[in-house]
């Protein structure tokens, strides 16, 4: 069982920056590939970034390349999401997920074991 708990969640100006976070709890944390997806709304769950249990490859959506960085600590259970230049499109409630390693695609939702509850992130103009 793996326990998932966002924060960082905030409201900031076109252009801002915010650094999110997941704690975990479990031991098998190392296990897991780790990813953040976010959600507007009136939309649906959409993949944001992921990295891969050893830190080793990390993956980006297209709207995030450039701008946002994923990265874990496993000794810590953690992971992180540093977005920079954030933009108005960037709104939303912000999902962390972890997906036993090999057990399906990063970039769909339905692959994942475990969610956090999330943290709303709202950029204005």
């Known amino acids: 069982q793996v326990q998932l708990v966002e924060s960082g969640g905030g409201s900031v100006q076109t252009g801002g920056s915010l650094r999110l976070s997941c704690s975990t709890s479990?031991?098998?944390?190392?296990?897991?590939?780790m990813a953040w997806f976010r959600q507007a709304p009136g939309k649906e769950r959409e993949f944001v970034a992921a990295?891969?249990?050893?830190?080793?490859?990390?993956f980006y959506a297209d709207s995030a390349e450039g701008r946002f960085a994923i990265s874990r600590d496993n000794a810590e259970g953690t992971v992180y999401l540093q977005m920079n230049s954030l933009k108005p499109e960037d709104t939303g409630v912000y999902y962390c997920?972890?997906?036993?390693?090999?057990?399906?695609?990063?970039?769909?939702?339905?692959?994942?074991?475990?969610w956090g509850q999330g943290t709303q992130v709202t950029v204005s103009s």
């Open positions: 990295v891969s249990w050893n830190s080793a490859s990390t």
């Open positions: 997920a972890a997906i036993l390693e090999g057990s399906g695609s990063y970039y769909r939702p339905q692959f994942y074991n475990y």
């Open positions: 479990g031991r098998t944390f190392s296990s897991y590939a």
